[in-house]
């Protein structure tokens, strides 16, 4: 199986922040790289999709970018809803993963 | 727009079979262009992902589960089944099924989910 990491696990931010989140692949899968957003009690919702291509009605204060191994997710401007846990998913070969997740909270 | 809906008992005794149904509405069921998958999260963890069916009705599995898992369709319900045996605390999770859509380059996304079910599994 492809073993997804994130970093940070969680962090603390404000209203207006610039955020960024980076998930690394065990191995190369290319750009199939997905980004998602879970609030507490709710399933998840796509962001990204391919590394870098934002989902239709997503916001484009969400950004993605990365290939291969290395990928990055951005939050242009940190908005109240956006407080939630944010996970990588890869889904180039199976089965699919998850990275663990990286929870952003009120600073 | 697709919706997705899980039903299915919320209490399950070990060694038992736990059985979900998920109920999708809005279009896209006998489309070649999505495979429709069941994923778990156990409380206060991360996604595993379980397995798919595609509208052929051929399926792919977790090899850390496929020797319990059995994912079917039903085309004239327009749901699709999860089945898994044996089960043990360790199988308590909420519950998803999703929506596995193919992407531009290829590859695939879950681009639309269930709200989930919680299925407990307790004596």
């Known amino acids: 199986d492809i073993q997804m990491t994130q970093s940070p696990s969680s962090l603390s931010a404000s209203v207006g922040d610039r955020v960024t989140i980076t998930c690394q692949a065990s191995?190369?899968?290319?750009?199939?790289l997905n980004w998602y957003q879970q609030k507490p009690g709710e399933a998840p919702k796509l962001l990204i999709y391919?590394?870098?291509n934002l989902e239709t009605g997503v916001p484009s204060r969400f950004s993605g970018s990365g290939s291969e191994t290395s990928f990055t997710f951005t939050i242009g401007s940190l908005q109240p809803e956006d407080f939630a846990t944010y996970f990588c998913?890869?889904?180039?070969?199976?089965?699919?993963?998850f990275g663990p997740g990286t929870k952003v909270d009120v600073k | 727009q697709v919706q997705l809906q899980e039903s299915g008992p919320g209490l399950v005794k070990p060694s038992q079979t736990l059985s979900l149904t998920c109920t999708v509405s809005?279009?896209?069921?006998?489309?070649?262009?999505?495979?429709w998958s069941w994923i778990r999260q156990p409380a206060g963890k991360g996604l595993e992902w379980i397995g798919r069916?595609?509208?052929?009705?051929?399926?792919s599995y977790n090899p850390s589960l496929r020797s319990r898992v059995t994912i079917s369709l039903d085309t004239s319900t327009i749901q699709f089944s999860l089945k898994l045996t044996s089960v043990t605390a360790a199988d308590t999770a909420v519950y998803y099924c999703?929506?596995?859509?193919?992407?531009?380059?290829?590859?695939?996304?879950?681009?639309?989910w269930g709200q989930g079910t919680l299925v407990t599994v307790s004596s």
């Open positions: 999703a929506r596995d859509r193919v992407s531009e380059l290829g590859s695939l996304v879950f681009d639309s």
């Open positions: 809005g279009g896209s069921f006998r489309s070649n262009n999505f495979y």
């Open positions: 069916v595609y509208a052929s009705g051929t399926t």
């Open positions: 191995h190369d899968i290319s750009n199939s």
């Open positions: 391919d590394a870098s």
């Open positions: 998913h890869q889904y180039d070969n199976l089965p699919p993963t």
